[in-house]
């Protein structure tokens, strides 16, 4: 009998959306939140679970625990355009959790949702074996703002916002056993892009938009199978975090390594008509950060990397669970 | 250093809601569902976490699991009086874990969901080293419909709906090894009061509303310090499943430890006003569901136990994670 190793995470969620039936959801499973029409607006769901032996390496902090596991929540409402309404956390833990432990994972939490202006509204607490949690964001955006996955047109320009390759170094530093604070925070203490996803959503261009944790590889090859599009991708133009480039130096195989296929970076991925990218620019400089353009979207059923003058096919490395690469 | 089972879960909940900053949330942390409030209407949220080791008895069937995950977070909602508008469902699970099970837990999820008239939405998957799931419902009430935890007054009745001791008594079973299907199915699946809920919330006479799936003393504690009162409750009019009185025979001891203190009932336990009693009992009747009055609010801060001509203080000994008794 089958294993769900021999499926890997995104084929085993095409077969849990074969069986669910259709609800009277206006976007379902397959983009980062599910969405409901409230009116003129559309209600944003979407969660994220958390375990510590696959997701919590022992360097991690319980304050980081809790920004982390509200960050990546909110990192797929900002994927959407959303603005964040409050979150519900679920708790597993085992006996032997100290009261300091659950404190410091609290506020870790807390200050996260108050850095963006949300609150954890609710939750559950249960006793399990290793530390899991849960958290479910719930958040709002004005229907004709929400940035669906769904939209790339050949022609299109490819962009991504920030840097690449934070969670890299941070994966380096802890494979390396350096105890290098800044480093590990790339990784640990993800910052998702609620801002510049508010601020693209309200340009109303951007054709498909999705956040990278899972990896820029891995994201891309997602929008190309939702779009039946391909894209060509200039790997100068990809921005590197500066702090992956000091970690490996003259290494670029490495560098290119992390930041293509590593996942983790909460960054948007996005595609907007070519004419709209000044504006754009402007616009996510409003929330003190940089849009780059990284390639555009084509009519070919393939992803190109383009290094210099050779070209070839990008290899869809990125982060899967159940059969791939992992953080620890 | 104290650990989280010198506090147990209700110290736990009380510490986290002391750490979290309050947000813009109409009710918050300490009822069954969290509510925003959108337009005449509350959104509703609430969410709840099972794992393999405590919650998932080897004798559960995959679509048993997925059944009871959705199952669990309907309860809450019915206690509020809210129509399901979609679930969110995250799925950790083992690498080892057969594609079949996976596709049954499904199956058993989305049977619960479209009995109810909803359906899954959306969710995560990750690997993990034990089963765990967390489910989080979404729905909606009118304002004016919305059943709170809070509003208890004395001189109202207590009441609550169907019988109790369902779940006590699959776990007899479970307990003893006997292969009693029917037994099982008590504990296992359960069925939430969504119906009842909503006949009841539109009557918007119910003072005070939750579901019992602690157990009914633990519940009654909960919805004594809540509201600053206390209850006398009359023993003979518990109505006992009979399911249970099959199982126990004559030894009311033991009957009675089941069905006040024993917890995965999901019914609903409520407070009204005495002159609505006819009307309510007429009201969860159109859901083919009966409704029993087992005792009333008093003044003193107690909760009494009324056998015959003896009275007794009602132990508080309902299901309580980290400390207390557990189910597997």
Redesign the interface.
């Known amino acids: 009998?089958?294993?769900?190793?021999?499926?890997g995470?995104r084929k085993?969620?095409q077969?849990?959306a074969n069986?669910?039936?259709?609800?009277?959801?206006a976007v379902?499973?397959g983009?980062d939140?599910?969405a409901?029409e409230?009116?003129d607006e559309y209600?944003l769901?979407?969660?994220?679970?958390?375990?510590?032996?696959?997701?919590i390496p022992p360097v991690m902090k319980p304050w980081q625990i809790g920004w982390f596991i509200v960050a990546i929540n909110l990192s797929d409402l900002a994927a959407k355009g959303g603005r964040p309404?409050?979150l519900?956390?679920?708790?597993?833990?085992p006996?032997?959790?100290?009261?300091?432990f659950?404190?410091e994972l609290?506020?870790g939490a807390?200050d996260c949702?108050?850095f963006y202006g949300?609150?954890?509204?609710?939750?559950?607490?249960?006793?399990?074996?290793?530390v899991?949690i849960?958290g479910?964001i719930?958040g709002r955006v004005k229907k004709n703002e929400f940035m669906s996955r769904r939209g790339a047109k050949p022609g299109d320009v490819v962009a991504v916002t920030g840097t690449l390759g934070k969670a890299g170094a941070g994966y380096y530093a802890l494979k390396y056993g350096k105890q290098d604070k800044k480093l590990l925070k790339g990784l640990l203490e993800p910052i998702p892009r609620i801002k510049e996803g508010r601020m693209l959503a309200q340009e109303k261009f951007v054709t498909a938009c999705m956040d990278i944790s899972d990896g820029l590889s891995s994201s891309l090859y997602q929008l190309q199978t939702i779009n039946n599009v391909g894209f060509t991708i200039e790997k100068e133009k990809i921005p590197i975090s500066q702090m992956l480039l000091n970690c490996l130096l003259e290494k670029d195989l490495e560098i290119y390594e992390y930041a293509l296929h590593f996942g983790g970076d909460y960054e948007l991925l996005l595609t907007l008509p070519s004419d709209t990218v000044d504006q754009a620019i402007t616009s996510v400089a409003r929330a003190n950060n940089c849009l780059t353009i990284i390639g555009k979207v084509t009519k070919e059923d393939k992803i190109t990397l383009i290094e210099g003058k050779r070209k070839k096919i990008l290899p869809d490395k990125g982060y899967e669970?159940?059969?791939r690469n992992?953080l620890c």
């Open positions: 009998m089958k294993n769900i190793s021999d499926l995470e085993a969620i077969l849990i069986i669910l039936s259709k609800g009277e959801v379902g499973i983009d939140c599910a409901f409230f009116g209600l769901v979407s969660t994220d679970m958390i375990s510590e032996k696959n997701h309404l409050g519900v956390l679920s708790l597993g833990l006996k032997k959790i100290s009261v300091q659950l404190k609290i506020r807390d949702s108050k949300t609150s954890i509204v609710g939750g559950d607490t249960k006793e399990s074996e290793d899991t849960c479910t719930l669970h159940f059969s992992k």
